[in-house]
């Protein structure tokens, strides 16, 4: 009876002690946030780091775009490009070269101003073959820029950069490229401080630790103030930013909120404004009773499969074309995906800045059993089995379930489901280890070349065996030399009709987006880029 | 018993290099390497970054410099996250779970051995039952679920504590303390109640109770003493355990602690991070094998005796 009691006792205590742990602190952090003008945002993962020119993922670029300012930057609502650090641009006739005039109040965060010499410095060193930089392929089309990345030309005088005064710079082109002034936003292209990063080591040393909270040196209009790996990363609104009258928000916290289960509840428990994903099965349930904080719309992105065109039998496009025609995407888009993917017919996803993909085929099991019998395999007879790489994920496991049900069902084929972590799945992928292999590619900027120019021959990212002179001529020099965008709209639709003839990737959704946002948050609405300007955001106060 | 002490302490020493060694080895085996990634990266790019961490160089060369900069007490710089060091990662996150390990044993030392105790004294009646079924129960709830559900009923049902972080606001240790030292608090209610069974039979508790003492000086100050050594000889295996196996709930409660570090590691083929929180963490292992060793051997006079001999 009196060890009862004491049980009793302790279990009071204990009840009171958790009462008085969470006692007074009412206001969740959110509601916080909406007061005191600080975003808590849910980003996915850590941040490599905060280098512009060695980090490669997304949410290193979130956080990068508020730091960094490029030359231009984008308009959120409309994605057309908008002054950054460069108040105004000529480009010539010919499309090859591009005069910018900086602006002359842009300002470091240290109070340096920013010049024409600190691009050319940041370019420099980004292309610079001893950085490795794995982005470096975007500075491409300029002049030179490829020799010089790639060691077999010494000298940066002659790549295509160009100070012409303190405040102009100039690029010089070879073939014009109408993304270009999307590519200067993007952050492989931010310039750096040049005296920062030489004060804490080599230019070209990867292992500096130049980009580190208290030595950083920025542009954009947030200053990096804390950084605890694998806690949060904050940044605050920086005075010295030229627009800074016209950024609203006080501070941004980004969170490495790798596991979206846990991001969902963060969000549920009012300590994130924004998340990076809604976990798929909370998806209907968010739909239902919440729809005004649920955002889901279409994103530059698609999941398909690619098949190894180099093995029998998939070396035979009818069989190929048999595949694809076999499979009810928007079934499964409906029920597989819960409505989020939707079905799709081309690698470039529809409404990428104008260009409409063409459709070469669509559902059609008749047709499908027609191609594979021409191709030897009456009724699905005799066709030897195949196996079907994924990387391990629910979500893809149970697409491929889907899928392998309908080979069977209408082609009479039998595939193999095979999943293989990550880092081995590349493996595979890059030793052309694989059958069939699914693979999802999102796009760099809005324009169809940054899909298309994956299949050309022996391109890196190709890794289906896939080759056809006529794309190639297309990809590499007709389309590039086409001034007019609907000429080369048409010469795109062209060469991807030849992909989607020959087949050597299966096309399966685009991709959407999908994520929780507070209705306090204004001013990141959706595009199809997901892409957000950080001095259009702003959250209102509570009542 | 510094005989005994050196002697282990020399048998260590060949455990952690071969575990140096099959990491290593092993890690470099695995399909898929650190620059991998979903876009292809040229191959004078690719030839940079080897160059720049040394993989160019052949294997044994790579592994007796990796040996060279061990002994020195640098693990290397990170792969996956360039200008930080393994080092620096682990000291950083090694505070984090160590507090929580720390929170989770005491917990469980507390609960665990309360509830052993407790069972022990009425065997096969009631109060024996239903301690040990919960026990039961939470050896077997993986941390994956027990985590979410405390979250769900304290966090968002009464939402009387903190979901998420540590250290940001008040009370948010105490779910992911709980959530990681129930496991360990089942297994220490099911050991003590076995030791404490064990201790109430014999002779000089027997005595004990003869001379007249009362029922609670016999258990607290000589039942106790015996019947929890099976706990202390657990607690250095378990704290090891509560190190490295944080990473559930480090990710549950969004912790920046050591176990995502090891876990991520993984994933990114992160060699050196791979190795060094390895070879970091089997160290705390051997030690904390080592240190319970010792104290069981100071309070089992059987035990000290035989090493003198």
Known sequence: MIKTTGFLRLSLLLSLLITACSGGDTETRVVAGNREGVLHFGNYGEPQGLDPHIVTGVPEHYILTSLFEGLVTKNPYTLDIEPGVAESWEISEDGLTYTFHLRDDAKWSNGDPVTAEDFRWSFQRATSPLLGSEYSYMYYPIVNAEAYNSGNLADFDQVGVKVLDELTLQLQLHSPTPYLLQLLDHYSLFPVHRATVEAFGDATDRLSNWAREGNIVTNGSFVLTEWQINSHVRVEKNPLYWDADKVKLNAIVFYPTENQITEERMFRDGQLHWTREIPLEKIPAYQQDQPEVTRIAPYLGSYFYMMNTTRPPLDDARIRRALAMAVDRDLIAETVTQGVYRGSTSLVPPGTKGYEPPKTFSFDPEGARHLLAEAGYPDGEGFPAFDLLYNTHEDHRKIAVAIQQMWMQNLNITVNLVNQEWKVYLDSQNNMNYQVARRGWIGDYVDPYTFLGMYITDGGNNKTGFSNARYDEIILSQAPSELDQEKRYKLYREAETILLEEMPILPIFTYQYKHLASTNLKGMPDNIMDYYNWKYAYLEPDE | ?309
């Open chain 2, 1 to 309: 018993m510094w005989r005994f002490i050196g002697f282990r302490v020399l048998q260590a020493i060949p455990v952690i290099l071969s575990v140096i060694t099959v990491t290593f080895f092993l890690v470099r085996a695995a399909p898929g390497g650190p620059f991998d990634t979903e876009k292809a990266v040229s191959e004078q790019v690719r030839a940079v970054l080897e160059a720049r961490y040394q993989l160019d160089l052949p294997l044994h060369e790579q592994y007796l410099s990796y040996l060279g900069d061990l002994f020195k007490g640098d693990m290397g710089p990170s792969f996956y996250y360039p200008g930080r060091s393994v080092n620096d990662l682990i000291f950083q996150g090694l505070p984090i779970t160590a507090e929580l390990g720390f929170y989770a044993l005491v917990f469980a030392l507390f609960i665990g051995s309360l509830a052993g105790v407790f069972a022990a004294l009425k065997p096969n009646s009631a109060q024996d039952y239903v301690p040990m079924s919960i026990a039961m129960v939470g050896i077997c709830m993986p941390s994956f679920l027990l985590g979410p559900l405390l979250v769900l009923v304290f966090g968002i049902w009464l939402d009387v504590m903190p979901i998420s972080g540590w250290g940001n606001s008040p009370g948010d240790k105490v779910l992911p303390s709980i959530t990681l030292g129930a496991m360990y608090a089942a297994y220490i209610a099911r050991l003590s109640r076995s030791g404490m069974l064990e201790v109430m039979n014999q002779d000089y508790l027997r005595t004990a109770r003869a001379k007249g003492l009362p029922e609670h000086v016999v258990v607290l100050k000589h039942a106790l003493r015996g019947g929890l050594l099976p706990v202390i000889s657990y607690l250095g295996p378990a704290f090891a355990a509560l190190l490295s196996g944080s990473f559930v709930v480090e990710t549950v409660f969004q912790i920046p602690g050591l176990g995502r570090f090891y876990i991520q590691a993984a994933f990114n083929r992160d060699y050196t991070m791979i190795l060094g929180t390895t070879v970091f963490l089997s160290t705390l292992i051997v030690v904390f094998n080592l240190l319970s060793d010792i104290v069981a051997a100071w309070l089992n006079p059987r035990l000290r005796y035989q090493f003198r001999n």
